[in-house]
C-alpha cells in the first residue's frame, strides 16, 4: 500500500509539475501564434485598405455613406497635422480620417482588446524593420510599413521598448490627403 501511495505522489507531483511548466511556457506559444496570425489578418486586410474590425475601405469609402449607416459620430475633429478631420465611432472601436470630398483617408482600428496581446517584436518578426518609425509627443512609438502602392499600414506602441503593445493601428490612403488647390502635397506617414 506505501508503494502505491508513493507511486501516486510521484504521478500527481509530476501532472502538477507539467500542468505548471505548459501553463508557464506553453502559453507563450499560444499568445506568440495568436499574434503572428493576428498581424497576418491586419496585413491582409491592410492590401485592401481595410482594417480588421471594419468593411469600410480607404479611398473607396465615404463618410457621408458611413455616417447614413452607423449614425452620428462620437466626435468629428478638424486635425490640420493630419490633413483632414476624424470621424470618432468609440464602440465599433473605428476611426474615419477624410478630406474636405469627403472621401476616407485613414481607417483606424481602436479596439485595444483585440490588439493588446501584439508587440514591437511580433511585429518585426513577420513584417522585418519598419519603413518609417517616429515618436510622438506623448512617448508613443509610431512605425509604418508600405503594404501596397497605394496603402500604408502604421503601428502606434505604448513605448519604445521591444516589448511594447500595440495602441492602435491604422491603414492610410497618402494620395486623399493631397491638396492640388493649397499646393499641399499631402502625408506619406
Not at 83 to 102: E, I, L, Q, R
Not at 156 to 181: C, E, F, Q, R
Request: positive net charge; charged residues 15%; aromatic residues 12%.
Amino acid at each position: 500500500m506505501k508503494k502505491l501511495l508513493g507511486s501516486m505522489s510521484i504521478t500527481l507531483s509530476l501532472c502538477l509539475l507539467f500542468s505548471f511548466l505548459f501553463v508557464s511556457f506553453g502559453s507563450k506559444n499560444v499568445s506568440a501564434a495568436t499574434a503572428a496570425s493576428t498581424l497576418q489578418s491586419i496585413v491582409a486586410s491592410a492590401k485592401n485598405g481595410k482594417v480588421i474590425n471594419c468593411d469600410y475601405a480607404v479611398k473607396t469609402s465615404n463618410v457621408g455613406t458611413i455616417m447614413n449607416i452607423w449614425g452620428k459620430p462620437d466626435s468629428n475633429n478638424y486635425v490640420a497635422a493630419a490633413k483632414g478631420t476624424y470621424a470618432v465611432y468609440s464602440k465599433k472601436g473605428v476611426v474615419f480620417g477624410y478630406n474636405k470630398g469627403m472621401q476616407i483617408f485613414e481607417v483606424r482600428d481602436t479596439n485595444s482588446a483585440s490588439l493588446s496581446h501584439i508587440t514591437y517584436s511580433d511585429i518585426q518578426k513577420l513584417l522585418g524593420k519598419p519603413q518609417y518609425e517616429s515618436k510622438d509627443i506623448l512617448g508613443y512609438r509610431i512605425i509604418g510599413y508600405a503594404v501596397s502602392s497605394s496603402y500604408k499600414l502604421e503601428f502606434v506602441l505604448y513605448n519604445n521598448t521591444n516589448s511594447a503593445k500595440i495602441d492602435h493601428y491604422n491603414v492610410l490612403y497618402p494620395a486623399g490627403t493631397v491638396n492640388s488647390m493649397a499646393d499641399d502635397p499631402g502625408r506619406q506617414w
